[in-house]
């Protein structure tokens, strides 16, 4: 069983940052593409940004050049830098692992930008 603990949310003002970091426990001894996802009140779960074994990223186009996914020292840790923040950024961010098909997700943490 994988758990995935993220930490790293709060308030903050617009153009202001924040990291984000996820960290997971559970018998998996290589690293897996994770991701981050994020969900705003009465909207769809949507993908923010992600990252695979090797390296390569992804992100959502409201998110490019904002926003950066990196793997931590620590097998199947992610942290998600997000700079120059906006009111439209406030979510609720999950952090995902893709286990050869399967997905984990954590419980999330709340992200609030005030305007």
């Given at each position: 069983q994988v758990?995935?603990?993220e930490s790293g949310g709060g308030l903050v003002q617009a153009g202001g940052s924040l990291r984000l970091s996820c960290a997971s426990s559970g018998s998996i001894f290589s690293d897996n593409a994770?991701?981050?996802y994020r969900q705003a009140p009465g909207?769809?779960?949507e993908l923010v940004a992600t990252i695979t074994s090797g390296g390569r990223t992804s992100y959502a186009d409201?998110?490019?050049g904002?926003?950066?996914i990196a793997r931590g020292n620590v097998k199947n840790t992610v942290s998600?830098?997000?700079n120059s923040l906006k009111p439209e950024d406030t979510a609720v961010y999950y952090c995902n692992l893709d286990y050869y098909g399967i997905?984990?997700?954590g419980k999330?943490?709340?992200v609030t930008v005030s305007s």
């Open positions: 758990q995935l603990v994770m991701g981050w909207k769809q779960r409201s998110v490019k904002r926003f950066t998600l830098k997000m997905d984990y997700w999330g943490t709340l």
